[in-house]
């Protein structure tokens, strides 16, 4: 059974950090590029942050770049997401995705809340 388990989310002060884990079981987790993604209330979910496989090139939107950073480990079959200088515009849901050749994110975590506020 294929599966993604995203963890590390809380309640933070702006400026601080906190760092996301995506725990994956089921599939090759080494074959696969992985994706980060958020969505706020009443927004369309978002593009964060992309590791290909090997971890050989690294994708980040705009908004998140120099804040930001993903990374994965092939031998705990995780990714991760080390955000700092959290901003309350960061307050969202965030949620792994495996991205499949071709481009398709085709397998999706449950998600972890992120809330950035004083």
């Known amino acids: 059974q294929v599966q993604l388990v995203e963890s590390g989310g809380g309640l933070v002060q702006p400026g601080g950090s906190l760092r996301l884990s995506c725990v994956t079981s089921?599939?090759?987790?080494?074959?696969?590029?992985m994706g980060w993604f958020r969505q706020a209330p009443g927004k369309e979910r978002e593009f964060v942050a992309l590791?290909?496989?090997?971890?050989?090139?690294?994708d980040y939107a705009d908004s998140v770049k120099g804040r930001f950073t993903i990374s994965r480990d092939d031998y705990e079959n995780t990714a991760y997401l080390q955000m700092n200088s959290l901003k309350p515009e960061d307050t969202a849901v965030y949620f792994c995705?495996?991205?499949?050749?071709?481009?398709?994110?085709?397998?999706w975590g449950q998600g972890t809340q992120v809330t950035v506020s004083s």
């Open positions: 590791i290909t496989l090997n971890g050989g090139h690294t």
């Open positions: 089921g599939f090759p987790f080494l074959n696969y590029d």
């Open positions: 995705a495996r991205r499949r050749l071709g481009g398709k994110y085709d397998v």
